[in-house]
């Protein structure tokens, strides 16, 4: 009895001790993974706090992170823009307007063709599928010359059109996307809606749109985002139109190699531009997690 009871205790001993090990593990873990996280986030971090530093006491020599006067009028001096002529309500509103027209078009357009590729039965699909994943692999600085030309051509420099029109041609990333998520819906869904009398563009309008909504959404979502935070292709051909420009040029107008620049102004509008990309993430977080993950209605 005495050695059963001893036995017992050793192995009660046993579990604590290994409970115990556990959670040090995992606080060891986590300690490691707010410690990387804190040097990833350090940028933002510095740059919300900057915001309100005023912009000689930014970079001192001694850099400290929390201001020791708090400055508010950052915000209303940015929002004002350079030289007066537009304020920042002109530049939000075109980024707003840009990356909100060419998602529509890249969603509407991306799903339409994955539904092709996904439910049509027609010669060299697959072949055209691989072309449009193959796309994937070009960079975009070797589209920037003939794109340019081609756009010249059409006279659509100094506008957002070269930036809209060609988002409602699909996109490849999106299409790939879509195209998977579809082809996890059941097919079973197809043929009960066909002997209820659906064409095939009546499929996709009632049955597969509704089901396909977190593929869609998630599209969008980076669609919106990528838009959002483009530089190159407004610095390209919105040229020289102020009133046009978004806000990722605008902010270009704070950095004057000629004059003093005002880094705090500047760092308000940019702290301003992150709040709808970070609210609209938030806001489409599970909707991105169930697009990504293209289950469907299988499993």
Known sequence: MGATKTMGKAGKAGKIGTIRTMKISELIKHAVILFFAFIMIYPLIWMLMSAFKESSTIFPTAAYLIPETWDFTNFATGWQGIGGRFTFATFFRNSFM?????????????????????????????????LTMATLLLPAQILMVPQYLWFHQLGWIGSYLPLIVPAYFGGAFFIFLITNFMNSI??????????????????????????????LITSGLFSFIWRWDDF????????????????????????????????????????????PAVAIFIFFQKYLVDGISTTGLKG
């Open 186 to 215: 059941p097919t079973e869904l197809d043929e009960a809606a066909k002997i209820d009398g659906a064409s095939f563009y009546g499929i996709y309008v009632r049955i597969i749109l509704p089901l396909a909504v977190p593929a």
């Open 98 to 130: 840009y990356a909100s027209l060419a998602s529509i078009g890249a969603v509407f357009s991306s799903s339409l063709i994955a539904y092709s590729f996904s439910r049509g039965k027609y010669r060299g699909k697959k072949i055209l599928f691989a």
């Open 232 to 275: 190159m292709g407004p610095l390209l051909y919105v040229q020289g139109q102020q009133r046009l420009f978004p806000v990722t040029l605008a902010l270009r107008f704070f950095a004057d190699p000629a004059a003093s620049t005002d880094w705090g102004a500047m760092f308000a509008m940019s702290t301003l531009s992150l709040v």
